[in-house]
């Protein structure tokens, strides 16, 4: 049975964009050879951090939701503590309550976009 999961990873800065597409593109291509079904992906972009990991005071942090085996983890986390592009790495398996939580809230059903809605109909009114 396929569990949901999300991996936050964060990338060292000194890699150019198309370093870093390569980089992520090569770890989602990981994912999918392993039978993983991609729900989500996110780039959150350059980050400073809260202290210096590698004598690196800032990274790139992307995030991947999807759904896969237990075993695809192992992998996926032996393929980042390998890379020394990768300064940390935080894989968590999401219950169903966060999953579609997650999944309102990137339709729009949920946060701000909602309150956006909600006050402009307050003020029609």
Do not use: C
Not at 93 to 115: C, H, P, Q, S, T
């Amino acid at each position: 049975m396929l569990k949901q999961y999300e991996t936050t990873v964060i990338v060292t800065p000194v890699l150019t964009d198309a370093e870093l597409k390569q980089l992520i593109s090569g770890y989602i291509d990981l994912l999918k050879n392993n039978g993983a079904e991609i729900v989500h992906e996110d780039f959150w972009g350059m980050r400073q951090l809260a202290y210096p990991i590698k004598k690196k005071t800032s990274g790139f942090y992307y995030a991947v939701e999807f759904k896969a085996e237990n075993d695809v983890i192992d992998k996926l986390e032996l393929a980042f503590r390998r890379d020394e592009n990768i300064l940390r790495f935080l894989s968590v398996k999401l219950d169903k309550f966060v999953a579609e939580f997650n999944d309102k809230k990137r339709n729009g059903l949920i946060g701000k976009k909602r309150k956006d809605s909600k006050s402009a109909e307050t003020e029609k009114a």
